[in-house]
């Protein structure tokens, strides 16, 4: 049973617009929110995070939206950029933060 | 330089042959945690430790033993292993005290079992 769903495999953007990544959960037991960024042969980097006492959280270009009622979180970058060309993985945790549960991902490919 | 080590890189074996792909970290994190990402499925937890000789299971342990001897290195030990264990596995850590799922992750070893 996925948990942290990202149901759109692949999104493609125009250099300079919005790029905005979804995500679902279905666990509500989940208290923390992460993004994480892969690049090609390297391991996950941590991009952004937001509290489930939140509802958005900014960071430069990166801004993340909580809806709890929804159960949803999504990704604004803006504006895109060549190098946000990366999967970005939707991640949740418990109040435990001992294990994090992970999406399928979304390959984001910024058109120049 | 702060970083998660993991080796082999690549590593092509048959079926049944132990193997043990190590991890080390120089952040003296407590916390520990191999992960294999597989098409489709994303990420998913194997196991974790919370500190030396503390170790747990993830979402899908079977077919793996992990051993928490030092504080810095967390290997990943297929006693027999078969090819549905041929995956991309990633080795990551963090603090405790401001862990809340930010990890730092190692580059990956990608295990093919044939």
């Known amino acids: 049973d996925q948990q942290v769903k990202q149901n759109s495999p692949s999104l493609s953007v125009q250099e300079g617009r919005i790029s905005i990544l979804n995500c679902d959960y279905t666990?509500?037991?989940?208290?923390?929110f992460l993004w994480y960024k892969k690049y090609p042969a390297e391991g996950p980097t941590f991009l952004i995070s937001?509290?489930?006492?939140?509802d958005k959280n900014e960071d430069g270009r990166f801004t993340v939206f909580l809806n709890k009622s929804a159960k949803h979180l999504s990704l604004h970058i803006v504006p895109s950029q060549p190098g946000d060309s990366a999967v970005y993985f939707c991640?949740?945790?418990?109040?435990?933060?001992?294990?994090?549960?992970f999406g399928t991902g979304t390959r984001l490919t910024i058109i120049p | 330089e702060a970083q998660v080590t993991q080796n082999p890189r690549y590593l092509i074996t048959v079926t049944g042959k132990k193997l043990t792909v190590t991890c080390s970290q120089n952040?003296?994190?407590?916390?520990m945690s191999w992960y294999r990402q597989d098409p489709g499925l994303g990420l998913r937890q194997i196991y974790y430790?919370?500190?030396?000789?503390?170790?747990d299971k993830g979402d899908v342990p079977e077919g793996y033993k992990v051993s928490r001897k030092e504080k810095r290195n967390f290997p990943l030990i297929l006693e027999s292993p078969s090819p549905n264990q041929t995956s991309l596995y990633f080795c990551?850590?963090?603090?405790?005290?401001?862990?809340?799922?930010?990890?730092?992750f190692g580059p990956g070893t990608r295990l093919t079992v044939l």
């Open positions: 990551a850590s963090s603090f405790l005290r401001d862990h809340m799922g930010k990890q730092f």
């Open positions: 666990n509500s037991m989940f208290d923390y």
């Open positions: 937001i509290s489930s006492i939140k």
């Open positions: 991640a949740a945790s418990e109040v435990s933060y001992e294990k994090l549960t």
């Open positions: 952040m003296n994190h407590e916390y």
């Open positions: 430790s919370m500190n030396v000789e503390v170790t």
